[in-house]
C-alpha cells in the first residue's frame, strides 16, 4: 500500500508475501487489489485470553495476564486503520466461558479500554477441553458478529494465544 495515497500498490502477487506462523511458513494463494474505495474494510478482533490461575502457575497470572496494563500499545496500530476499518474485542477462558467485550467499532480508544477490562477480571481456573472449545467458539462469534456489523469486512485476528493465525503475541513480541 502507498503510505501516501492510501491505494494498495498494483501488480503484486502471492509470490511477493510470505507468511508465517508458529515458524511454519503458510502459502499465499490470492491476492486482491483494487482503489481504497473498492478495497475491503477490516474488522481487526483482539481475542484475549483470561488471566489464569494454577496449582503449576504458584498464583502467577496466565493467559493474556502479562498484557495487563500495557493495552495502549495497540493505539499506533489501531490509529493506522483506514476510516472504513473497525475494531472489536472478545475474550475466551480456559473454563469454556466466552464473550463479545466490544463490537466492532471506528472508535481508536475504545479497544484499548476493552481489553484492559478484561485483563483486569478476576483469573479462570484452568482447564483443557473447555478452553479449546471456548476459543474455538469465541472465534466462530466474532466472525458472525462482523458478518453482522460490518458486511464485507474482512475479519483480522490479533489474539494473545500463540495458536491462532493472523497477528499473534506472546512475552516477547508484539503484533
Same mark, same amino acid.
Given at each position: 500500500?502507498?503510505?501516501?495515497?492510501?491505494?494498495?500498490?498494483?501488480?503484486?502477487?502471492?509470490?511477493?508475501?510470505?507468511?508465517?506462523?508458529?515458524?511454519?511458513? +503458510?502459502?499465499? @494463494?490470492?491476492?486482491?487489489?483494487? !482503489?481504497? #474505495?473498492?478495497?475491503?474494510? /477490516? &474488522?481487526?478482533?483482539?481475542?484475549?485470553?483470561?488471566?489464569?490461575?494454577?496449582?503449576?502457575?504458584?498464583?502467577?497470572?496466565?493467559?493474556?495476564?502479562?498484557?495487563?496494563?500495557?493495552?495502549?500499545?495497540?493505539?499506533?496500530?489501531?490509529?493506522?486503520?483506514?476510516?472504513?476499518?473497525?475494531?472489536?474485542?472478545?475474550?475466551?477462558?480456559?473454563?469454556?466461558?466466552?464473550?463479545?467485550?466490544? +463490537?466492532?467499532? @471506528?472508535?481508536?480508544?475504545?479497544? !484499548?479500554? #476493552?481489553?484492559?477490562?478484561? /485483563? &483486569?477480571?478476576?483469573?479462570?481456573?484452568?482447564?483443557?477441553?473447555?478452553?479449546?472449545?471456548?476459543?474455538?467458539?469465541?472465534?466462530?462469534?466474532?466472525?458472525?458478529?462482523?458478518?453482522?456489523?460490518?458486511?464485507?469486512?474482512?475479519?483480522?485476528?490479533?489474539?494473545?494465544?500463540?495458536?491462532?493465525?493472523?497477528?499473534?503475541?506472546?512475552?516477547?513480541?508484539?503484533?
Amino acid at each position: 500500500m502507498d503510505k501516501h495515497s492510501g491505494i494498495p500498490a498494483p501488480g503484486l502477487n502471492p509470490e511477493d508475501f510470505e507468511v508465517v506462523s508458529d515458524r511454519a511458513r +503458510l502459502g499465499v @494463494t490470492s491476492v486482491a487489489g483494487g !482503489s481504497q #474505495s473498492e478495497s475491503r474494510p /477490516l &474488522s481487526v478482533w483482539f481475542v484475549m485470553q483470561c488471566p489464569e490461575e494454577g496449582i503449576a502457575f504458584s498464583g502467577v497470572s496466565y493467559g493474556s495476564g502479562f498484557m495487563r496494563g500495557k493495552s495502549r500499545a495497540f493505539t499506533p496500530i489501531l490509529q493506522k486503520l483506514t476510516p472504513r476499518d473497525t475494531a472489536g474485542v472478545a475474550h475466551w477462558c480456559d473454563d469454556g466461558t466466552l464473550g463479545i467485550d466490544l +463490537l466492532p467499532t @471506528t472508535d481508536r480508544i475504545a479497544p !484499548s479500554e #476493552s481489553i484492559e477490562k478484561v /485483563l &483486569s477480571a478476576p483469573m479462570a481456573h484452568v482447564s483443557n477441553e473447555p478452553g479449546q472449545n471456548g476459543l474455538h467458539d469465541v472465534f466462530l462469534r466474532a466472525r458472525e458478529v462482523t458478518q453482522r456489523t460490518s458486511p464485507g469486512a474482512l475479519p483480522f485476528w490479533c489474539s494473545s494465544t500463540e495458536i491462532t493465525a493472523g497477528c499473534t503475541t506472546n512475552r516477547s513480541r508484539s503484533c
